[in-house]
């Protein structure tokens, strides 16, 4: 590995453990470790090192830090360097399940996830699930000031009411403004594309394109939208359903077994076989939030009088049929 390689896979760790990681970031890294055992070893003792530190970040002595992260693991090259530095001189990392929370800069909290979603609470007792790979930002003194934050990915938000210091969302190409309801808004910055889908309370979305800010747009509960960085106009979510499905939540209105049944598979990551071809027209209309599967099957089919039963990791829907 050449010195300019070294740097390119040095600061793609960099972005990976900061919860700036872009896809091809993510690709280059995952080739990276696959090379060999050694590369593998030696991320995982950086990750190691930094975890041990956590309480003691103020009095990290950097550079006794990493000659001995060095010695442990004797290299040709000595990769990371710059990057130790930063991070150990000015970052609090607190690994907790795969998530991140760290002091990127003395006036900004972060928090980021990886392979595994995750619930934050907010000062202002704000809730929010931020989905895989997603970062969420703020000031120290949110809900002082302000109740701003930074949403690079997707997340759920249940925000707290308070008409005196409106919930605020800066994304890299969007704006969303509310005072106390519960939304789904995914920002992806690399599909240069925003989704949001409001499930209670009004919204409203401001899209920032390259071709100028469009208008502001309220939205009110089972209303959805969808903003790309080149539209001059909104375009209206057509699979709203399906918004909320990463983290549970179902809102279900006249909605047939056979569409149920499919948000229900990829939300559980199950097999739901649907026996009678006749039972498939099935209305249903009621709503779920973190609930277990077997749970809102059951009320289904107390509802709509049918059966279900599992085999072999396999569900089987059975009824008469629906009027």
């Not at 998530?99 to 800069?105: L, N, P």
């Not at 007792?125 to 000031?139: A, G, H, M, P």
Request: proline share 3%; hydrophobic share 35%; net charge negative.
């Amino acid at each position: 590995m050449n010195n300019r390689e070294e740097e390119n896979i040095d600061q793609r760790i960099d972005r990976w453990l900061s919860g700036h990681q872009s896809a091809e970031d993510r690709q280059e890294l995952e080739s990276w470790l696959s090379e060999s055992p050694e590369n593998k070893e030696l991320l995982e003792a950086l990750e190691e090192d930094i975890e041990k530190k956590q309480s003691l970040y103020r009095d990290i002595d950097v550079d006794a830090a990493f000659s001995d992260f060095q010695n442990r693991l004797p290299r040709k090259k000595p990769v990371l360097l710059h990057y130790w530095r930063a991070i150990a001189a000015s970052v609090l990392v607190v690994v907790s399940g795969m998530g991140y929370y760290f002091y990127s800069q003395p006036s900004d909290i972060v928090w980021t996830t990886t392979d595994e979603a995750k619930t934050l609470t907010l000062p202002d007792q704000s809730i929010v699930e931020l989905n895989k790979y997603s970062e969420l930002s703020y000031s120290t003194d949110f809900n002082q000031n302000n109740r701003s934050v930074k949403l690079t990915g997707e997340g759920f938000f249940q925000v707290t009411p308070n008409k005196d210091l409106p919930f605020e969302i800066q994304t890299s190409i969007g704006e969303t403004k509310v005072v106390g309801t519960a939304f789904n808004l995914q920002a992806y910055p690399q599909l240069k594309e925003e989704q949001l889908y409001v499930r209670e309370g009004k919204v409203q979305y401001t899209g920032h394109g390259i071709r100028g800010s469009l208008n502001p747009i309220l939205l009110t509960p089972k209303q959805g939208l969808v903003f790309h960085s080149t539209d001059t106009v909104y375009t209206r979510m057509t699979d709203d359903a399906y918004a909320t499905l990463w983290a549970k939540i179902f809102d279900f209105d006249r909605t047939t077994l056979k569409e149920i049944v499919a948000a229900l598979e990829k939300a559980y990551s199950t097999v739901i076989n649907i026996d009678q071809p006749g039972i498939e027209k099935c209305r249903f209309t009621g709503s779920f939030q973190d609930k277990e599967l077997a749970e809102i099957l059951k009320v289904i089919s107390v509802t709509l009088d049918l059966k279900y039963a599992e085999e072999r990791n396999i569900i089987s829907i059975t009824g008469k049929g629906c009027q």
